[in-house]
């Protein structure tokens, strides 16, 4: 797998308010990428992950736009609330024909506050 | 909602000592995995293990590490000699299906304190 990694290390928002965590990414073959949670003390969560034929995949009050021009995919959390605040992680598995591995971004910490 | 269990949840140990952190994946799971975390740092894939035997591993998982299924429903990770900059969180992970696109289920976390 190459290189996974992330614009932002820390981005603070104001409750309510909507938050966009960004993930660039440099293997232009890769086809599939996830979007995962980590609070402090727990496991990465998923959240959501979006497929190479999509630009744009939706859950609850979450969204991941995937731009395979520039190779950048985000992920927007409306409405955030103090239970997002979180380190938030792209990930995509390193092989193409299987899933047995994990690659991280650095992570971006989310600070949300009242 | 079935999850991904590890014990301890904290773990300290003198250096050169033998650790064994454990995990019970969810029951009908077929790949597991081994992941590191060192403080303030991403996570670290370690090593994936399916029917039995490691499917791959990284560069970090050398001599000193092995991974055992010794009863069908554990899943651990042994460091024979654990030096200080294996203090880390170790995360296990399983997830079901043959193929990518497969989500995978991350436990708590053990804290490996090496001192």
């Known amino acids: 797998g190459e290189n996974v990694g992330l614009h932002l290390p820390t981005l603070s928002v104001q409750e309510g308010d909507n938050s966009i965590i960004n993930c660039a990414y440099s293997?232009?073959?890769?086809?599939?990428f996830i979007w995962y949670k980590q609070e402090s003390g727990k496991g990465p969560q998923f959240i959501i992950d979006i497929r190479s034929n999509m630009d744009k995949r939706q859950g609850q009050r979450v969204t991941v736009l995937l731009n395979k021009t520039v190779k950048h995919l985000s992920l927007q959390i409306a409405a955030t609330q103090p239970g997002d605040s979180a380190v938030y992680f792209c990930a995509e598995p390193s092989h193409p024909g299987g899933y047995n591995k994990l690659i991280f971004g650095a992570g971006t910490r989310l600070a949300v506050h009242p | 909602e079935p999850e991904v269990t590890q014990t301890p949840s904290h773990q300290v140990t003198q250096m050169g000592q033998e650790v064994i952190l454990r995990c019970v994946p969810i029951?009908?799971?077929?790949?597991f995995y081994w992941y590191r975390q060192i403080l303030g740092q991403k996570v670290e894939f370690l090593v994936s293990?399916?029917?039995?035997?490691?499917?791959?591993k990284s560069e970090i998982f050398d001599d000193q590490f092995s991974v055992e299924r010794p009863d069908g429903s554990n899943f651990t990770l042994k460091i024979r000699s654990t030096k200080l900059e294996d203090s880390a969180m170790y995360f296990c992970?399983?997830?079901?299906?043959?193929?990518?696109?497969?989500?995978?289920?991350f436990g708590q976390g053990t804290r490996l304190t090496v001192v």
């Open positions: 992970a399983s997830s079901g299906q043959t193929g990518r696109d497969t989500e995978a289920f």
């Open positions: 293990f399916y029917n039995n035997e490691i499917s791959e």
């Open positions: 293997n232009s073959a890769s086809d599939y």
């Open positions: 029951s009908n799971h077929l790949y």
